[in-house]
C-alpha cells in the first residue's frame, strides 16, 4: 500500500503562486509515475500534470503548461506542484496520484492511489 498526503492549499488572490507537496509512504516503488489532479465543482476530475520517480520526466496537460511545473524530491518522498499566475478558474480540489505502470495515463481510473486532496480557492 501506498499512502498519498497533501498540502499547502490555501485561499490565494488572482496572480498568486502556489505549490502544493504529496508526500508519499508506504511501498513506493522508484518505477511509479505520479500524477497530481484537479476537480472543480460540478466538473470531473483532470488531469494536470505528472512526474516519473526515475529519471524525472514529466508531462503537462496543454491547459496548464507554462504555469504549473511538477518536481520531485526523492530523498523526501515528496512530489511538488507549483502553480503561477493562479487564475479563478484554477479554484479546485488538488489530488496527488501513483500510477504502478510505467505507461504514463492522464485518466483517473488508471491511478491506483490517491490522496485525500488539498483545496485550493483563487478569488478574483
Known amino acids: 500500500q501506498v499512502q498519498l498526503v497533501e498540502s499547502g492549499g490555501g485561499l490565494v488572490q488572482a496572480g498568486d503562486s502556489l505549490r502544493l507537496s504529496c508526500a508519499a509512504s508506504g511501498r513506493t516503488k522508484s518505477n511509479y509515475i505520479m500524477g497530481w489532479f484537479r476537480q472543480a465543482p460540478g466538473k470531473e476530475r483532470e488531469f494536470a500534470a505528472a512526474?516519473?520517480?526515475?529519471?524525472?520526466?514529466?508531462y503537462y496537460a496543454d491547459s496548464v503548461k507554462g504555469r504549473f511545473t511538477i518536481s520531485r524530491d526523492n530523498a523526501k518522498n515528496t512530489v511538488y506542484l507549483q502553480i503561477h499566475n493562479l487564475k479563478p478558474e484554477d479554484t479546485a480540489v488538488y489530488y496527488c496520484?501513483?500510477?504502478?505502470?510505467?505507461?504514463?495515463?492522464?485518466?483517473?481510473?488508471?491511478?491506483?492511489?490517491w490522496g485525500q486532496g488539498t483545496q485550493v480557492t483563487v478569488s478574483s
Open positions: 512526474i516519473r520517480w526515475a529519471g524525472g520526466s514529466t
Open positions: 496520484a501513483a500510477d504502478r505502470t510505467t505507461v504514463l495515463h492522464t485518466t483517473p481510473r488508471a491511478y491506483d492511489y
